[in-house]
């Protein structure tokens, strides 16, 4: 078996806490920031950074609480705090299956990682965990779901894998629900990049109502579907990966 490219992992402080983040590509590429969702990691997005690292410069950050980027003392973990870990100016835009309203698919996460155990006694077992409670993650290679499940997980001095998570923003979570959202269909109307939103049609977090709805809010937006797909899609389906090399290559024209 042929061995995967690597990144450079490395760390920065942002708002008094150190963030980790995976650099990938050419130092002198055009640059792609890569956020998470909740209970992902900056690993989500390695099959994609593998894909365009020949092309561009990929950043791939571990939000706050998250991976091995450093927990909040003070449970800082509203919308607005991780933002601000994020400030920056856009050329254009990505939003993968998820909209200005909460859906039902936001409580079902929730209620998913309230539930979760708390460590499993192998990383097998970790990842069997992880299969049977997302069929988009059962279907990806060995390898992907090996590297996924570290980018999650992690060995304790005990032995045992647990989570890369602050529990404390997981009971946060669970006890209050999802951070409140602010108004982000006013933001959808004025911003000016281009954006492309990316939607499973089997979403419960993003319906197509939503979608359009966004897409035709949105001053220059597009809309991906992905038939048969549920949240989240992987961003390397290959109605994804065309509608990127078309909107990237659009953006940085060679």
Request: aromatic share 6%; with cysteine; net charge negative.
């Amino acid at each position: 078996m042929a061995t995967q490219t690597q990144p450079v992992s490395k760390t920065l402080r942002v708002n008094d806490l150190a963030l980790h983040y995976l650099d990938w590509g050419k130092a002198d590429g055009p640059p792609i920031v890569c956020v998470h969702g909740y209970t992902g990691s900056a690993d989500a997005f390695n099959a994609l950074a593998r894909y365009l690292q020949d092309r561009y410069r990929i950043l791939a950050l571990d939000v706050r609480g998250h991976g091995e980027s450093a927990w909040s003392e003070a449970g800082a973990y509203r919308y607005a705090d991780q933002a601000s870990d994020l400030a920056e100016r856009l050329s254009g835009l990505v939003i993968n299956d998820i909209g200005p309203d909460a859906e039902a698919g936001t409580h079902r996460i929730t209620q998913m990682v309230g539930a979760r155990p708390d460590e499993f006694p192998t990383l097998e077992e970790a990842m069997a965990y992880r299969r049977a409670m997302s069929p988009i993650l059962a279907a990806r290679s060995p390898e992907d779901q090996h590297e996924l499940a570290l980018g999650v997980l992690r060995r304790g001095a005990g032995g045992k894998w647990g989570w890369k998570m602050d529990p404390a923003y997981i009971r946060q979570r669970v006890e209050h629900g999802a951070p409140v959202r602010p108004p982000l269909w006013p933001v959808l109307q004025a911003l000016g990049c281009p954006t492309l939103v990316v939607w499973g049609s089997e979403s419960d977090v993003l319906s197509e109502a939503q979608a359009r709805r966004m897409v035709d809010v949105l001053p220059r937006g597009e809309l991906v579907r992905i038939a048969g797909i549920g949240h989240a899609p992987t961003l390397v389906e290959p109605v994804v990966l065309a509608a990127l090399d078309r909107f990237l290559g659009a953006l940085h024209p060679r």
